[in-house]
């Protein structure tokens, strides 16, 4: 089995957001850098030089979060707008967020943000089972990995080899629906 190669991720593109941050800045009538960041800084109390805001709009420069978060709230009037998010989000986490629901974040007692939560993107997926399937195979090679018969059944191979390396079985795309909600301050086995 090869090894597993790195690839550059780029989980938000900065560079289209800078573009959308001009197009919308000057779509709302601010012709001048100036005249926008004054307002930014009375909108959000977020000082924020002209140079810097050129930066942001030409991609030279990522905004910090709080950057981000005042120029998306003096904008649009909310922190992560819907329009930023489908434009400048990877494909991977646009997955991930249509895979939960915009309100799952929101709910009472939800934990999406848990190691155990139920969905990876399953490119995502192949690769994590890759890894683990190695970490697995060097576990076992030293004894140290416990044998257990599955029957043939891929989704239980693929919780035991998660197991023996100590990670929830959701990171390689196991289907999780008779797993409850997980919470906060509830222990789950897997």
Same mark, same amino acid.
Request: proline residues 8%.
């Given at each position: 089995m090869g090894k597993l190669t $790195?690839?550059?991720?780029?989980?938000?593109d900065f560079g289209l957001y800078g573009m959308l941050v001009r197009k919308m800045r000057?779509?709302?009538?601010y012709r001048k850098a100036e005249d926008?960041?004054?307002?930014l800084y009375l909108r959000t109390r977020m000082s924020m030089s002209r140079e810097t805001l050129y930066k942001i709009e030409q991609g030279k420069q990522t905004p910090n979060a709080s950057q981000f978060l005042a120029l998306n709230i003096a904008l649009t009037g909310e922190p992560m707008p819907k329009k930023v998010a489908a434009l400048c989000m990877s494909? $991977?986490?646009?997955?991930?967020v249509h895979a939960f629901g915009e309100s799952a974040?929101?709910?009472?007692?939800?934990d999406v943000c848990s190691p155990s939560a139920p969905w990876v993107p399953d490119s995502w997926a192949d690769e994590n089972i890759l890894r683990i399937t190695e970490e697995f195979a060097e576990l076992h090679n030293h004894g140290e990995a416990p044998d257990e018969p599955?029957?043939?059944?891929?989704f239980a191979f693929v919780r035991h080899i998660a197991e023996a390396v100590g990670e929830p079985p959701s990171l390689l795309g196991v289907p999780l629906p008779t797993y409850p909600p997980m919470k906060l301050g509830v222990e789950y086995t897997f």
């Amino acid at each position: 089995m090869g090894k597993l190669t $790195e690839q550059a991720f780029e989980p938000f593109d900065f560079g289209l957001y800078g573009m959308l941050v001009r197009k919308m800045r000057t779509d709302l009538g601010y012709r001048k850098a100036e005249d926008f960041v004054r307002t930014l800084y009375l909108r959000t109390r977020m000082s924020m030089s002209r140079e810097t805001l050129y930066k942001i709009e030409q991609g030279k420069q990522t905004p910090n979060a709080s950057q981000f978060l005042a120029l998306n709230i003096a904008l649009t009037g909310e922190p992560m707008p819907k329009k930023v998010a489908a434009l400048c989000m990877s494909k $991977e986490w646009a997955q991930i967020v249509h895979a939960f629901g915009e309100s799952a974040a929101m709910e009472p007692g939800a934990d999406v943000c848990s190691p155990s939560a139920p969905w990876v993107p399953d490119s995502w997926a192949d690769e994590n089972i890759l890894r683990i399937t190695e970490e697995f195979a060097e576990l076992h090679n030293h004894g140290e990995a416990p044998d257990e018969p599955t029957g043939g059944d891929d989704f239980a191979f693929v919780r035991h080899i998660a197991e023996a390396v100590g990670e929830p079985p959701s990171l390689l795309g196991v289907p999780l629906p008779t797993y409850p909600p997980m919470k906060l301050g509830v222990e789950y086995t897997f």
